[in-house]
Nanobody, 126 residues
Framework: QLQLVESGGGLVQPGGSLRLSCTAS????????IGWFRQAPGKEREGVSC????????NYADSVKGRFTISRDYIKNTVYLQMNNLKPEDTAIYYC???????????????????WGQGTQVTVSS
């Protein structure tokens, strides 16, 4: 069974940076599209970014374009979300998720993903 684990969250000041990691034990992520989502208190889950299995298709939410970068390391079996110039409105629990369909693209719609991690808290505050 695919189990995803996020790490790298924390407390950071506005303008700061964090790098989130998404890994899986006992299961390769090589053939899966991976998405990052976030959910702030009282708000719906929002798609942040996704990367296809080949990394040939990458998408970002408009709210994070130019600030966040998604990437994947096949050797480390890890997908990263580099977050720069963080803003208070980026505060949320961040989740990674896997799309297990044999597709060559990715999307930021939550219903495409069936395996989810437990989330990591990101707090942006001075």
């Amino acid at each position: 069974q695919l189990q995803l684990v996020e790490s790298g969250g924390g407390l950071v000041q506005p303008g700061g940076s964090l790098r989130l990691s998404c890994t899986a034990s006992g299961f390769t992520l090589d053939y899966l599209a991976i998405g990052w989502f976030r959910q702030a208190p009282g708000k719906e889950r929002e798609g942040v970014s996704c990367i296809s299995s080949s990394a040939g298709n990458i998408n970002y939410a408009d709210s994070v374009k130019g600030r966040f970068t998604i990437s994947r390391d096949y050797i480390k079996n890890t997908v990263y979300l580099q977050m720069n110039n963080l803003k208070p409105e980026d505060t949320a629990i961040y989740y990674c998720a896997a799309d297990v369909r044999p597709v060559t693209f990715c999307g930021t719609i939550a219903t495409l993903y069936v395996s989810w991690g437990q989330g990591t808290q990101v707090t942006v505050s001075s």
